[in-house]
Structures are given as structure tokens and as C-alpha cells.
């Protein structure tokens, strides 16, 4: 009996099928393909912070995988009781792209390129489920991963009207994949974001690259929980067949 024999079968018997045969992996950006999360709390921070509203830059670990527009309603019905309209809030998010833009260059996650390779040596399609409106980083996924995600396969924030925890970004990414959720696995960082995955019916993972505790991942509906890219790149193949080949 291999490890991740008994966390499939849990998997199996909550979605009441007997089988898995994985065919795309819904993949998150920021915190899994780039190590983007702490210039992201820095900006969010100075924009805050530019506007005399009061916040601690930890707390947007918490939100990551929201959209942009609903962090900033958040923080303004919090701080000053105001509901900004979608549309007000969509061009204050211009700031914090901006802030974004000026600080230095975020890398690419270390064992992200392995992964991907993994999938692809698999015959699991990739496709990038990114809550992110952030065009500099999106348009980098064609130099780092070159030929790893088909154009047609992206969702983006332009893509979706509820943002992670909200499942639609990742049925959205089996919809475009054509597949159903026990079809596909998830790929994510953040408890938002498997929230959106474990609701979304997809075998959902989760790598701690960040500040986030493991068990807070395991709280938010994280199926199985790797603590390194690397470590996750390194145990991708024996994971999928074990996906494939498990059953009740
Ligand atoms: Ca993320």
C-alpha cells in the first residue's frame, strides 16, 4: 500500500466515484510559479498605507487569491465603513499593479519548472488558473515556461467575476480543459485558493511556500500538503500513478 493511498480513498469515497484518471492540472501563479507573494504584500501595504488606511502587511497572505477589486473593497468597508462599486475599485487596483511593477524583479518559484515537466511527462495537460491581474508577471509564463501552457489554456482575472475562494476560477480551468473535477488535480499556495480548488471537486494540493502553517492548508480542504516545490516536483509521478491507479 503506498503513502497517498488512504488520503485518495478518503478523496474518492467524499466525491463518490470509484476511480480517478487525471488529465489536467489546474495550476495557481503567484506563490507557485513565482516567489511573487511577498512583493505582493509590500504593494498592497504602500498602497494602504499611501492612503492612511490602516493594515498589517501579513494579513495578505490571508487574501491571496482574491481579486484585486475585493481586497480593496474589503479593506475600505473595514477601515472607513465605504462600499466601493466593482468599477472604483478596479481602477484604485491600478496603484497597487503600479507599486508592484516598481520593486524588484520577483523570481520564478524554485522546482516550478520540474513540476510542470513532471505533469507534461505524465500526459496531464497544464493549465494556469491565476486569480492575477498582474500583466507583467502573466506574460513572463511564455520565457520561464516556454511551451508548458497553451495559449488557449489561461484563466485569468479578466476570466472570472468571483475570485478565489469562489470555485468558479477552477471550474472555469476544467471547463476550458474539458474535464470533469475528478479529472483534474489543483495546484495552490494559499488557503483561499484551496478553498476554491477542494470547492471546485478537484483532488486539491498544496505546497507551503510561504508564511501559511501546513495545517491551515489541511483546514481549508487541502487534500494532500508537500512542503517544497522541489519536495512536491520530486514525488509528482509516483502521486499520479497512485491517483490513477487507486481505488475503493
Ligand atoms: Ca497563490
Known amino acids: 500500500m503506498g503513502k497517498y493511498d488512504e488520503t485518495i480513498r478518503q478523496y474518492l469515497a467524499q466525491r463518490g466515484v470509484d476511480r480517478l484518471n487525471i488529465k489536467a492540472a489546474l495550476i495557481d501563479m503567484d506563490g507557485v510559479l ?3 507573494m511577498r512583493n505582493h504584500t509590500i504593494a498592497w501595504k504602500m498602497m494602504f498605507d499611501n492612503l492612511g488606511l490602516n493594515t498589517d502587511r501579513d494579513e495578505f497572505y490571508l487574501y491571496e487569491g482574491m481579486t484585486g477589486r475585493a481586497t480593496i473593497q474589503l ?3 473595514r477601515e472607513l465603513g465605504i462600499d466601493l462599486s466593482d468599477e472604483e475599485a478596479q481602477e484604485m487596483y491600478k496603484i497597487k499593479t503600479a507599486n508592484f511593477r516598481s520593486l524588484p524583479r520577483v523570481e520564478a518559484m524554485p522546482g516550478a519548472y520540474d513540476m510542470l515537466t513532471a505533469l507534461r ?7 494556469l488558473v491565476t486569480g492575477s491581474g498582474q ?3 502573466i506574460n513572463r509564463i511564455d520565457q ?3 511551451g508548458l501552457f497553451a495559449a488557449d489554456r489561461r484563466i485569468t482575472a479578466a476570466d472570472v467575476k468571483h475570485g478565489k475562494p469562489n470555485p468558479e476560477p477552477y471550474i472555469k480551468g476544467q471547463q476550458l480543459a474539458g474535464v470533469a473535477p475528478e479529472q483534474a488535480i489543483v495546484i495552490e499556495n494559499a488557503p483561499l485558493g484551496v478553498q476554491a480548488g477542494n470547492a471546485s471537486g478537484s ?3 498544496a505546497i507551503t511556500t510561504g508564511p501559511i502553517p501546513r495545517q491551515r492548508l489541511v483546514d481549508s480542504g487541502a487534500h494532500a500538503v508537500f512542503e517544497s516545490m522541489p519536495q512536491f516536483a520530486a514525488e509528482l509521478p509516483e502521486l499520479i ?3 490513477n491507479t487507486t481505488t475503493i
Open 75 to 77: 479593506i475600505y468597508k
Open 121 to 127: 511527462d505524465k500526459g496531464v495537460e497544464r493549465v
Open 241 to 243: 500513478d497512485a491517483l
Open 203 to 205: 483532488f486539491t494540493i
Open 135 to 137: 500583466a507583467d508577471v
Open 34 to 36: 513565482y516567489d511573487s
Open 144 to 146: 520561464e515556461y516556454a
